[in-house]
Nanobody, 123 residues
Framework: QVQLVESGGGLVEVGGSLRLSCAPV????????WAWFRQAPGKEREFVAA??????RTYYTDSVKGRFSISKDNSAIYLQMNSLKPEDTAVYYC??????????????????WGQGSQVTVSS
């Protein structure tokens, strides 16, 4: 069983930055593609960013392009969030799976999920 342990959420002012981390327990990073999703109150879970296990190519939803960056090293996956806006407020989840490219933004294509990290951007 793979467990994903998240850290790094919190409260930040508009324009500020946060970095989320996601460390897998029971699996190596190279076994899966990795993604970040978010869910705001009353809304569906939304794709934010993904990074492929082979080659490290990255993908972003339009609303975060140029502000957020997904990366990985030997121990964890990261989401660097800059120029934060109130509409970025949500619970952020990391996820691991092996989706085909056309389904990389589909939550059901991911096998494992982190516990969620609250990100609140105050105006």
């Amino acid at each position: 069983q793979v467990q994903l342990v998240e850290s790094g959420g919190g409260l930040v002012e508009v324009g500020g930055s946060l970095r989320l981390s996601c460390a897998p327990v029971g699996s190596s990073l190279g076994s899966y593609d990795w993604a970040w999703f978010r869910q705001a109150p009353g809304k569906e879970r939304e794709f934010v960013a993904a990074i492929r296990r082979s080659g490290g190519r990255t993908y972003y939803t339009d609303s975060v392009k140029g502000r957020f960056s997904i990366s990985k090293d030997n121990s964890a996956i990261y989401l660097q969030m800059n120029s934060l806006k109130p509409e970025d407020t949500a619970v952020y989840y990391c996820a691991a799976g092996r989706p085909i490219l056309s389904a990389i933004a589909t939550p059901n294509m991911y096998y494992y999920w982190g516990q969620g990290s609250q990100v609140t951007v105050s105006s």
